[in-house]
């Protein structure tokens, strides 16, 4: 299998190229997204990509959009790769690393919800007992799983910077208390559904970050990539213990091994040696297989 670093379509117009998704133009009401195979880390990119990564992060998105249907209406749309990419060898190229979705305004919001008490969230709860300023019950461990999920959000914030925490009142004055609201709710409830099935199938869905839009008629719509190992933290459920922090399907294992080097975590990022590429790489696999069986 070749690995796709970077999309060469030239039939149609480049919109943005983000960390990990090259984004094309069709007409006024759609798009093609295109999920590489690149990596990124503390909002780098890496030089070399995983070979496979892309094809199963575009696969799990899918997924999950289509099981996850009967709660909110997503970004999917009807047109079949073949009608917008006439020419077979921009089609074989990204054949299934790509999606055509419709054309949305995005909320200027990202929405986070835990499960589980890691991360950010860890050091904020030993710092304040609370976690983005929602109070939780004293003595809980590392790891451990929340009472209930909470809902977290954070501003997106412009290429290059880093999102921030905010408080729900803020994403009232964001969005308006009623959409602020219905963000709130679908969140938790997407999260919930998701994190029962998953844990039939073995894996333990620690947290998630989920994006909406609006599409024409002003209705919450589900965009970007959903549930996969580089938006959540995936847990696999026969190793989880409270305590310590958990083995991983996510990109967290590339992160605890850039923590091993002299990196200042700014661009360029070091080239991610092969044993972790393929290690890597089988992490993302066994998640898929897992979730999508």
Request: aromatic fraction near 8%.
């Amino acid at each position: 299998m070749q690995s796709l670093h970077t999309s060469h379509i030239k039939s149609l117009p480049l919109l943005h190229r983000g960390k990990v998704r090259d984004i094309y133009d069709i007409d006024d009401d759609h798009m093609l997204i295109v999920t590489t195979d690149r990596v990124s880390a503390f909002d780098v990119v890496m030089p070399n990509s995983i070979t496979g990564k892309g094809r199963i992060l575009n696969e799990v998105t899918i997924f999950w959009m289509n099981k996850l249907a009967h709660i909110i209406p997503n970004q999917l749309s009807e047109l079949a790769l073949e009608d917008v990419l006439v020419d077979a060898d921009e089609r074989a190229e990204v054949a299934e690393h790509a999606m055509v979705v419709k054309k949305l305004k995005a909320l200027p919001v990202e929405a986070i919800v835990r499960g589980y008490l890691i991360g950010s969230g860890w050091k904020d709860y030993q710092a304040t007992g609370s976690v983005c300023g929602i109070q939780l019950p004293a003595g809980l461990q590392l790891a451990d799983r929340l009472p209930e999920p909470i809902y977290t959000p954070s501003s997106k914030a412009a290429a290059g910077e880093h999102d921030e925490n905010i408080d729900f009142a803020k994403t009232e004055e964001l969005l308006g208390s009623e959409l602020a609201a219905q963000v709130r709710e679908v969140s938790l409830q997407l999260y919930k559904e998701a994190a029962d099935y998953a844990r039939e199938r073995g894996i333990i869905i620690a947290d998630t970050k989920f994006e909406f839009g609006l599409d024409g008629n002003g209705r919450l719509t589900l965009i970007d990539e959903v549930l996969t190992p580089d938006s959540s933290r995936f847990w696999p459920a026969d190793q989880y213990q409270p305590g310590v922090s958990p083995p991983s399907f996510d990109k967290q294992f590339i992160r605890d091994y850039l923590e091993t080097l002299d990196w200042d975590k700014t661009p360029p990022g070091p080239v991610l040696p092969e044993d972790i590429v393929h290690k890597s790489a089988q992490k993302y696999q066994q998640a898929k297989e897992l979730l999508t069986r």
